[in-house]
């Protein structure tokens, strides 16, 4: 049972924020060792210096690869020769480039298969921009780097209230004009799949949001909604995906019509996780949908305001390992189901009765 105990890579992300505060206090309860074999990317002697400011007890052990990670312990690997240092609530081009040589073994072992999945501490997207790191977020670094050219779709999760976005980070300006009925049906597609494959939803129901207020007002406020989002829509209907809507964002949230739903599906970043955010903030979950490797994250970013003072919650970044663990096993599970399908069956009509027939034979066709 032990060999086969999930191991998960942790990325230390920006050292003055508080990424290592919530990893050490989650990993505080014995429990969670019990639940997999936790890897952090990144640097023993920062990890120490962050136990100490907030008076932590985690204990850790210092390993030079993950394929020596022990079980039954919280293991770091050193990522870096240069010597960091910790300015807590500092935006700093050096505690930038700790986070992305993290980031980069992280995946570097990822492919080697020495992880099985991946959980992500929040970065600062402009200390950590370089020639390296051309992304507005982990997201696209990933995709690029670990998709095989598969496309990402941003899933905010909290248990089963779940919304993913059409466009992410891209300027507000540039929503209209990025939205197409071809995006739309690819991120539905993503979305319907991955609730059936990372989630065990048979028949997933997606709610899907419109692009202007009260849903265009039967164009009056706009004509996305006809001309774009219904259309995708109706192909993908068509091809039995459980997608209804579009609904206006306002409403449906504020009368919690997202409880009858399994995912919802917003147009743009602040649509969906404005909303999120106000009711889920505390123990949300970023989910990369989509891909290859299984990546979450904590809802929040750095939290600079509060880095350093040892009252960040851990709850966020326990449930991004919590859904880590539960969709690497959601696939495992998927994969064996479809390793050895049945074989075709058809009925031969004969006589006046339907008798059944084992198609195991060519000659039978």
């Known amino acids: 049972m032990e060999d086969n105990k999930i191991k998960i890579g942790i990325t230390q992300g920006d050292i003055n924020g ?3 505060e919530v990893i050490l206090k989650t990993f505080s309860d014995p429990m969670m060792l019990d639940l997999c074999t936790p890897v952090i990317y990144g640097s023993p002697k920062v990890a120490a210096y962050h136990r100490k400011a907030m008076d932590l007890s985690t204990n850790f052990s210092i390993i030079t690869s993950a394929s ?4 039954g312990r919280l293991s770091v690997v050193n990522c ?3 010597e960091v240092k910790v300015e807590f609530s500092k935006a700093d081009m050096g505690a930038g480039k700790a986070a992305l040589d993290a980031l980069e073994q992280a995946v570097a072992d990822y492919k080697e298969g020495l992880i099985d999945a991946l959980v992500t501490a929040p970065i600062n997207k402009h200390t ?9 977020g982990h997201t696209e670094y990933i995709e690029q780097r670990l998709g095989n050219g598969d496309k990402a779709l941003m899933i905010l999760m909290k248990g089963d209230f779940r919304v993913a976005l059409v466009t992410g980070h891209i300027p507000v300006s540039q929503i209209a004009s990025t939205l197409t009925k071809e995006l739309i049906k690819e991120k539905l597609t993503i979305f319907n799949r991955s609730l059936k494959q990372d989630f065990g939803i048979s028949a997933p129901r997606i709610a899907v949001f419109s692009l202007n207020p009260h849903a265009g007002d039967g164009g009056l406020l706009g004509t996305e909604e006809e001309e774009i989002i219904i259309p995708a829509m109706k192909e993908m209907a068509a091809k039995g ?3 209804y809507g579009p609904y206006p964002a306002d409403g449906f949230m504020g009368s919690s019509n997202f409880t009858h ?3 919802i599906l917003a147009m743009y970043h602040d649509q969906g996780l404005a909303p999120f955010k106000a009711l889920a903030m505390d123990e949300g979950v970023n989910f990369t949908a989509g891909l290859p490797i299984v990546r979450t994250s904590p809802a929040h970013g750095t939290a600079y305001d509060i880095a350093g003072k040892g009252i960040a919650s851990e709850d966020s970044f326990r449930q991004a390992v919590y859904v880590a663990i539960d969709v690497f096993r959601n696939r495992q599970r998927d994969k064996e189901a479809h390793a050895n399908p049945l074989r075709k069956q058809y009925y031969e009509k004969r006589d006046d009765s339907d008798k059944l027939k084992l198609d195991n034979a060519e000659e039978e066709l």
């Open 18 to 20: 508080v990424g290592y």
């Open 68 to 71: 020596e990670a022990a079980h």
């Open 80 to 82: 870096t020769d240069d």
């Open 128 to 136: 950590i921009h370089s020639e390296q790191f051309d992304f507005p």
């Open 241 to 243: 995906v459980l997608c």
């Open 261 to 263: 739903f399994d995912g």
